[in-house]
Structures are given as C-alpha cells and as structure tokens.
C-alpha cells in the first residue's frame, strides 16, 4: 500500500501542471495531453478539467483505452471526428491492434461526437441504452454546441448512433482481457457508467466520480440517487481509478470529492429548507472546502441552486 501511495504521488505530480492552466499540454496534436500509461495496458490521455474551448478541442474529459492481443477498446469517442482521429494515431505510435470497440461514458457530445470517426474505421460503438436515447434525442444540440466553439476543428463531424446498447451490466472479451460495462444507477447524467477492468485492477468511472474539478450538477441530475449508486460503484475492489475528468487516483479520494461533496450540499440545503430559507440562501452556501477544485467558479452556485431546489421537490 505504501509503495502504491508512492506512485500515486509521483503519478500526480506529473500532471500537477494540468490544474494550473488551461493551456495546451500538446500543441502538436487535436489532443489536451498525450496518452500514458496509468498501468500496463491501460492509457490515458488526461482532458482540460477546464470547460471546452477552441484552444482545448473540447478534449476536457479523459480519453482511454485498453491495449490487448486481440485489439483495443477505446472509452469515449471524442468531442469531434478530428479529435478521434488524433487519439487513434496516438494508439498507432503504440501497437498495431485494430480498435475494435468505442464504449461511451453517456451520452454528452465529449464522449460521443467522435463516433463517426471510429465507425469509419470498422469500431463496434456501444453505450447504456439511455445513453443512446439521449444521443437520439438531443445529439444534433450537443453538435450544434461543439461546432459553435470549435469551428474549423469540428470538420467532419457527424452524430451517429450506437451500434449496440445494454440496460445493467455487458461483458466483453478481447484477446487477454475481461471488461465489464456497469451502469451502476442514476448518477450525473443520463446512461452514465464505468468500465471495469478486473486483469489490471482498474475502473474507468466515466462521470460517476470526480476528484480533480468540481462535479457538475445539470437541471436532470438526480444527486440524492447519484449517492446511492456511488455506494455501489465504490465496493468495487479496486486500486486505480480513472475518473471522467482529471488524473488518475484511487477510491478514497473520489469518495471523499463526490460522495462527500453531496453529502455536504445536501445537509446545508436541508438546514435552509428547515428554516423556511429559500434559493437566494442556497446561492450563499459555503463551499470554501472545495474552492481548490478546478472549475469552482463556473459550477458552485449552480450546483447550490440544482441542488436545493431537487431537495425542495423531493420535500412534496
């Protein structure tokens, strides 16, 4: 365990700068960072825990992927078709596994924009089945969003719909490797889910959890259940834990930033609520324990005022 802690800390101090700015890490490329190696076999390439930009290339959530005998699976398509194109040949420099499968976090445009591009390329893309619902429904807005920011650089791109869904659970065998899809619950967003990797002692968490940049809260985020189902998520019996955004880290330290963050929020929005104190004063709760996390400024208040107000609802 200590020697783990070692390489945690190291591991971190390698990508301290990303939370220090939102400049690219690699101009050379569509990509925020270039892909490493969190353990052998499973890579990485770490987003902007910033909001997407030109200057980033919508790349601010963690690209990953899974090297086998057999091919390789890549979790998140990509905010456009440029930027899956930059990660495959990143996954190129490293092996010459064709890719066979794109899995999806959700179905916001990050994760799934790219899929045109790994469809052309003879991917299979799977996805929870709300996911998919989601991309049905509102897939066209999340492009209309990416190209209103990301102009010359969302050429190309095109909405695609997955080719295979699930509803709990899906196993995948590729070459040397076991690969779990799990929907866990209602979490931050519609179809969310975490890819487990039991060979190498890792889960991918998607949005389930958040550490590095303060979680968001959307007017459909459904925080009371996203606790439940994050109790479930963190029996998981893993080591390494590669979150939606930011850098690798381990259990404790996403509990303590998701769970524990909830928590809070929702004990203060109770107390206002118990004092007949309304939106306003939720606006004004202290978060001060968290204003080191990236993102704090755009996402606090709005997070009191979601939050507070499903409180309120839940109340009738």
Same mark, same amino acid.
């Given at each position: 365990?200590?020697?783990?802690?070692? +390489?945690?800390?190291?591991? &971190?101090? @390698?990508?301290? @700068?990303?939370? %220090? $700015?939102?400049?690219?890490?690699?101009?050379?490329?569509?990509?925020? @960072?270039?892909?490493?190696?969190?353990?052998?076999? #499973?890579?990485?390439?770490?987003?902007?825990?910033?909001?997407?930009?030109?200057?980033?290339?919508?790349?601010?959530?963690?690209? @990953?992927?899974?090297?086998?005998?057999?091919?390789?699976?890549? #979790?998140?398509?990509? /905010?456009?078709?440029?930027?899956?194109?930059?990660?495959?040949?990143?996954?190129?420099?490293?092996?010459?596994?064709? *890719?066979?499968?794109? *899995?999806?976090?959700?179905?916001?445009?990050?994760?799934?924009?790219?899929?045109?591009?790994?469809? %052309?390329?003879?991917?299979?893309?799977?996805?929870? %089945?709300?996911?998919?619902?989601?991309?049905?429904?509102?897939?066209?807005? $999340?492009?209309?969003?990416?190209?209103?920011?990301?102009?010359?650089?969302?050429?190309?791109?095109?909405?695609?719909?997955? %080719?295979?869904? &699930?509803?709990?659970?899906?196993?995948?065998?590729?070459?040397?490797?076991?690969?779990?899809?799990?929907?866990?619950?209602?979490?931050? $967003?519609?179809?969310?889910?975490?890819?487990?990797?039991?060979?190498?002692?890792?889960?991918?968490?998607?949005?389930?959890? +958040?550490?590095?940049?303060?979680?968001?809260?959307?007017?459909?985020?459904?925080?009371?259940?996203?606790?439940?189902? +994050?109790?479930? &998520?963190?029996?998981?019996? #893993?080591?390494?834990?590669?979150?939606?955004?930011? #850098?690798?880290?381990?259990?404790?330290?996403?509990?303590?930033?998701?769970?524990?963050?909830?928590?809070?929020?929702?004990?203060?929005?109770?107390?206002?609520?118990?004092?007949?104190?309304?939106?306003?004063?939720?606006?004004?709760?202290?978060?001060?324990?968290?204003?080191?996390? /990236?993102? &704090?400024?755009?996402?606090?208040?709005?997070?009191?005022?979601?939050?507070?107000?499903?409180?309120?609802? /839940?109340? +009738?």
């Amino acid at each position: 365990m200590r020697l783990f802690s070692l +390489f945690l800390a190291l591991l &971190f101090l @390698s990508f301290s @700068s990303f939370a %220090d $700015s939102d400049d690219d890490k690699y101009p050379e490329s569509e990509l925020y @960072s270039k892909p490493v190696e969190v353990v052998p076999g #499973v890579w990485s390439a770490i987003g902007a825990t910033q909001p997407p930009t030109y200057e980033n290339a919508g790349h601010n959530n963690n690209l @990953s992927f899974v090297i086998t005998v057999d091919g390789v699976l890549v #979790v998140n398509a990509g /905010d456009s078709y440029l930027l899956a194109k930059a990660l495959h040949e990143e996954i190129k420099k490293i092996t010459d596994q064709p *890719v066979r499968y794109v *899995v999806l976090e959700n179905g916001q445009g990050h994760a799934m924009l790219g899929s045109n591009y790994w469809r %052309d390329q003879g991917a299979k893309i799977i996805a929870h %089945d709300d996911a998919i619902e989601e991309i049905e429904l509102h897939g066209d807005e $999340s492009l209309g969003w990416m190209e209103s920011y990301n102009l010359d650089r969302a050429e190309g791109t095109e909405v695609v719909i997955p %080719d295979e869904g &699930f509803s709990d659970r899906m196993e995948l065998k590729l070459g040397n490797a076991r690969i779990e899809l799990i929907n866990f619950g209602p979490a931050h $967003s519609a179809g969310d889910i975490s890819v487990y990797l039991p060979d190498h002692d890792v889960i991918i968490a998607g949005d389930m959890a +958040f550490h590095q940049r303060m979680l968001p809260v959307f007017p459909e985020t459904k925080t009371l259940q996203w606790i439940e189902t +994050f109790d479930l &998520f963190a029996a998981m019996d #893993v080591t390494h834990v590669i979150p939606g955004h930011g #850098v690798p880290t381990d259990m404790e330290t996403v509990t303590r930033e998701t769970k524990g963050y909830l928590a809070y929020m929702h004990a203060e929005a109770r107390r206002l609520l118990d004092e007949d104190l309304g939106l306003e004063e939720a606006y004004m709760i202290d978060q001060s324990d968290w204003e080191y996390l /990236d993102a &704090f400024d755009e996402l606090a208040k709005k997070n009191a005022g979601r939050i507070f107000q499903e409180l309120e609802m /839940d109340d +009738f």
